[in-house]
């Protein structure tokens, strides 16, 4: 023991350096894996948090039966099956009921009709509605008043027109029995996200979607009962309670309600009208490769570490065993083996590395306790901050292998003369080991990025799912980095040689001497250790920079704009566009509408994206390596060729007049006219038989486009459309006979016009529902429609820039033309999909098949300074779903896995920092003191103390710059081949578009200068006090002799 502690006490500073990077290193890995479980937990309940309302719940549909008897017999049946079905996660049901063919016979406000012009009332019962809402006014309904008091939802109160008091007459469309309703009061959800919403799904903007149902207008049950059970339908949603299962919960509910599919509508008597809707199964996947690429992220970090305190733990003890070599010679000589002597070190070791085993668990978890209750780095709520076994256990094993690295050195060594002799001549055999180890490090790291170059999702299953983990992803940066670094230090010496010859000309003694002490050292270890954290450092950055722009342009390019407001009902109200100009700070209203486009060979769908480009170029975000010249590139391809219609210009009103007549048919015809707005969105006004007054939708800027009619006749019959006295206001538009009827119609007569009045006359095509519409035609033979599409659109609708292909689109056969390729369209999450130039499609669709597509979606232009205004101000409006890129990607940027794992790479970042600072010292004053001989023999004999510091200083700087420099090229090099393949959505998908690498220059390129700085600095200091030890030194020379 005696022996133990004089041989400790005379390498105390070496063993403290050893015990301060075992401290660094136990702590920064227990640290990161007590941050990562906790990231880990709470990224699985922000994603369950997330989850769409469908996948976290159980929606039941299916006929309500005859009688009120069946509703509740298949009530109760249906709440016992889907009780006990869940894999026992705690479930909450509720039911509703829904009255059939109810139209609205009052005041509808600004409902929008169907072709037939009429809003129908969407009338039911809803269990639990006073848990769920909250009154903004009135009360609820008061079961069995008379008359039938109901509550209306927010929404369509305001598209209705509603307050608690009004009347609503709802007329049965079967029985023509009309029942008078009393808005008791108007309701708004607590929580819109809330999958009790999927009872009611058209509560946020008062319409069901793409429909003319209005509502909901919630009665009691009992007078639902009582007035509208007849042919009513019912649904039943399972609120499952998902929250503290994790992944394996939501994968137990999964595959219970996956079993229940079939049996459950046979068993509760729903039988062939019942159906079961779930996304439970896409939820629980989606978790697993969430859970996995976040795992992956989070090892990534401490891989790094291991590696760098392994790599300076294994340094501090060659140096050690290098101070030692005539100790250990001595030892040797009277009789102790390797073994004996890493006995030795070995018990050193353990006495180094114990108190940062002991104190690292503690300080970790009382750090992550800290962190989470403070709300910082992704947590959401406090931990406890006692260390679980878990993490003593990593401090355990991290404690054995930093023991194990100051250990291992000891058993390498021979006799003194054999150690002297491969210290100066190296063996053929080590070099080539050596250039092995490399080779095979090297193709490793190159298959792995090969491998990555074609992943498309990460392992969920083999040894990924078994893992945990993703070993690709997470190992991954390691081994570049390593690869990377070895390969470059291989260039020091004859980096080294090169500059000793080119110092050599110049005959100065301090920089050829610093340089040939450079190209003699036995080991690299303090440039590669150096070059590591750099390169650690630089790839941190890195990847945390490009993960975060990443997140940036995921929200840019999945809104496609700064604002994308979708209309709920599917088609948008006639004064929609003003209402949306007059946001605060908007600077561009774009009408917009898709659909999908189904190949000719069976090759998969296409979405279609119909907009006015050319008018989007402030508005569209597209990134200019997705299309060659962004968005401004990209409008002027669409509207190179663009069809321009003959239209109408309206004077300034409020008001459009006239007297209508449609002879020859059968019935009362449908009639509209159609109207485009300043921003080129198409309007339908309804127009009544005889005289009509219609109200416009903007007061000035509108054109007619033309007159839709829709009416019952025998084939072959003659029908007459005329019109007279059209005005706005009291401006009268003069008509002409430059118009023609387009649609399935046989023939078509010559226009004429007198006076004021203006007749066509068309022959029906078939018996039954005729459509036409009156139009100006097109000037000139229309060009195919421009479109920009992906390579995979391109591939399924066999497109080509050199002709037109014929697509079916809106329900007529549209001649398009390529006009350019794009990686990915914005606004669409599918490969294939393909943008339209709007006002030629539009054009095309009403002027040659008389068909008009009403504006399903609008893409807002908003200046930087209102944006959150007009957000909010969009979504109170009411009947639009508000897509938000600014939310998004705020939204985004708050997800646990990714804040936890830019977090731990910020993390590594500083250890790579802490290792490579404390690496350096020691190898500083180990050099000098190594060498503090042969400079006192060279001082003997006639060098200065001041030309031997610079040597030194020479000698530190070409090694410290090799190591930055070498680790920032590395860095780079690495993060630029491995970043954008490393970066995955939280589903485990490539990200659209793919991820842009951005260099953080300043924060790579400052670790790496305090890098250099901090070697320099502490060799300037180690030469400071050269004399005073040359002095001391050279009092001992000969002492041994």
Request: hydrophobic letters at 50%; one cysteine or more.
């Amino acid at each position: 023991m005696s022996l133990v502690v004089r041989r400790a006490g005379a390498a105390r500073s070496l063993l403290a350096a050893a015990g301060g990077l075992a401290l660094i290193a136990t702590l920064l890995l227990t640290g990161l894996v007590a941050y990562s479980r906790e990231v880990v937990g709470a990224g699985v309940n922000g994603a369950l948090d997330a989850a769409a309302p469908q996948e976290s719940s159980v929606l039941v549909r299916g006929s309500a039966g005859r009688t009120t008897s069946d509703l509740a017999a298949r009530d109760r049946a249906v709440r016992e099956r889907l009780g006990a079905a869940l894999g026992g996660r705690p479930v909450s049901v509720y039911s509703a009921g829904y009255g059939a063919g109810r139209a609205l016979s009052g005041k509808t406000g600004d409902a929008v009709p169907d072709s037939g012009g009429i809003v129908y009332a969407s009338v039911m019962f809803l269990q639990g509605l006073p848990e769920h809402a909250v009154l903004s006014g009135g009360a609820w309904p008061e079961p069995g008043a008379s008359p039938v008091q109901t509550a209306v939802g927010e929404g369509a109160a305001r598209v209705l027109g509603l307050a608690a008091g009004d009347r609503v007459p709802v007329t049965d469309r079967v029985s023509g029995k009309v029942t008078t309703l009393v808005v008791s009061g108007v309701w708004r959800p607590r929580d819109a996200r809330d999958p009790f919403w999927q009872l009611a799904p058209d509560v946020a903007g008062g319409v069901a979607p793409s429909s003319a149902t209005y509502g909901p207008l919630v009665v009691d049950h009992a007078d639902f009962d009582r007035g509208f059970a007849r042919n009513a339908s019912a649904a039943w949603l399972a609120d499952v309670q998902l929250a503290g299962g994790g992944v394996a919960g939501a994968r137990q509910a999964a595959a219970a309600i996956a079993a229940e599919r079939a049996d459950l509508p046979a068993a509760t008597g729903l039988g062939s009208s019942g159906s079961v809707q779930s996304s439970l199964g896409d939820l629980a996947g989606r978790l697993a490769r969430a859970d996995l690429v976040g795992r992956s992220t989070l090892v990534t970090p401490i891989l790094l570490i291991s590696v760098l305190s392994g790599l300076a733990l294994v340094l501090v003890a060659v140096l050690l065993t290098d101070s030692r070599r005539s100790e250990s010679a001595l030892l040797r000589a009277r009789g102790a083996t390797s073994w004996q002597l890493a006995g030795l070190t070995a018990g050193e070791a353990v006495a180094v590395v114990l108190p940062a085993v002991l104190v690292s668990p503690p300080l970790a978890a009382a750090a992550v306790h800290l962190a989470g209750t403070r709300g910082w780095f992704g947590l959401s709520g406090p931990v406890g901050w006692q260390a679980y076994p878990g993490l003593w256990l990593v401090a355990f094993v991290a404690g054995a292998g930093c023991a194990l690295a100051i250990t291992v050195p000891v058993l390498r060594g021979g006799t003194y003369t054999e150690d002297m002799v491969a210290q100066s001549r190296p063996t053929r055999r080590g070099v080539i080991q050596r250039a092995g180890a490399d080779l095979l490090l090297l193709i490793v790291a190159v298959l792995g990025w090969l491998q990555l170059r074609q992943y498309s999702s990460p392992l969920s299953s083999g040894v990924g799912g078994s893992l945990g983990i993703d070993p690709l992803l997470a190992a991954a940066p390691t081994l570049g980095i390593l690869a990377g670094a070895v390969l470059a230090l291989r260039l020091l010496a004859p980096a080294a040689r090169l500059a000793e010859r080119l110092l050599g000309r110049r005959e100065r003694f301090a920089p050829l001497f610093g340089m040939w002490q450079a190209g003699r050292r036995p080991h690299a270890g303090p440039v590669l250790l150096l070059a590591l954290a750099v390169a650690a450092g630089t790839v941190g950055w890195c990847l945390a920079g490009t993960a975060g722009r990443s997140v940036t342009d995921q929200a840019d390019h999945g809104v496609g704009a700064d604002l994308r407001l979708e209309e709920i009902a599917g088609a948008a109200p006639e004064s929609r566009a003003g209402k949306l100009a007059a946001l605060p700070g908007v600077t561009a209203v774009l009408p917009a509408w898709r659909e999908t486009v189904q190949s000719s060979a069976d090759d998969g769908a296409v979405e279609l994206i119909a907009l006015d480009a050319a008018a989007a170029r402030g508005t569209l975000r597209v990134r200019s390596d997705l299309y060659d010249g962004g968005a401004g590139a990209l409008g002027t391809a669409l509207a190179a060729a663009r069809s321009t219609p003959p239209l109408v210009d309206l004077p300034a009103g409020k008001r459009l007049t006239g007297t209508l007549a449609v002879t020859g048919g059968l019935g009362v015809p449908s009639l509209s006219a159609v109207v485009l707005d300043a921003s080129g969105a198409q309007s339908t006004l309804p127009l009544t038989s005889g005289r009509f007054s219609a109200a416009l939708p903007a007061p000035s800027g509108l054109k007619l486009a033309g007159f839709i009619v829709d009416t019952d006749a025998f084939y072959g019959s003659a029908l007459e459309f005329a019109l007279t006295g059209l005005a706005v206001d009291a401006s009268p538009v003069a008509p002409d006979d430059g118009w023609s009827a387009v649609g399935r119609i046989p023939s078509v007569g010559s226009s004429e016009v007198t006076g004021t009045t203006f007749t066509l006359g068309v022959s029906a095509a078939d018996s039954g529902r005729t459509k036409f519409a009156i139009v100006r035609p097109l000037l000139a033979q229309p060009v195919p429609v421009p479109v920009v599409a992906t390579p995979d659109a391109q591939r399924r609708l066999r497109l080509s820039s050199h002709g037109s292909t014929t697509l079916r689109i809106a329900g007529a056969d549209v001649p398009v033309r390529l006009a350019g390729s794009i990686v990915a369209v914005p606004g669409s999450e599918q490969g294939a999909a393909m943008l339209v130039d709007l006002p030629s499609l539009q054009a095309f669709l009403l002027h040659k098949a008389g068909l008009v597509h009403q504006t399903q979606e609008w893409w807002l232009g908003v200046a930087a300074g209102t944006h959150d205004e007009a957000a909010s101000d969009a979504a109170a409006l009411g009947g639009l779903r508000v897509l938000d890129r600014r939310a998004i990607a705020s939204a985004s940027a708050t997800d646990a896995y990714g804040v936890g794992g830019r977090t731990a790479l910020f993390a590594a970042a500083l250890g790579a920092l802490l290792l490579a600072a404390a690496g350096i010292l020691v190898d500083v004053r180990t050099t000098t003191r190594r060498r503090i001989n042969e400079l006192a023999v060279l001082h003997t004999l006639g060098a200065g103390p001041r030309t031997l510091a610079r040597s030194l200083m020479t000698e530190q700087a070409f090694l410290a710059g090799i190591g930055v420099l070498a680790g920032l090229a590395v860095g780079i090099g690495v993060a630029a081949a491995m970043a954008p393949l490393l970066i995955l959505t939280p589903q485990g998908a490539r990200p659209v578009p793919p991820p842009f690498l951005v260099v953080d220059w300043w924060r790579a390129g400052g670790t790496a200068a305090l890098l250099l700085l901090l070697a320099l600095g502490l060799s300037a200091l180690a030469g400071s006090t050269l004399r005073r030890r040359l002095a001391a030194t050279r009092m001992h020379l000969g002492a041994d002799r």
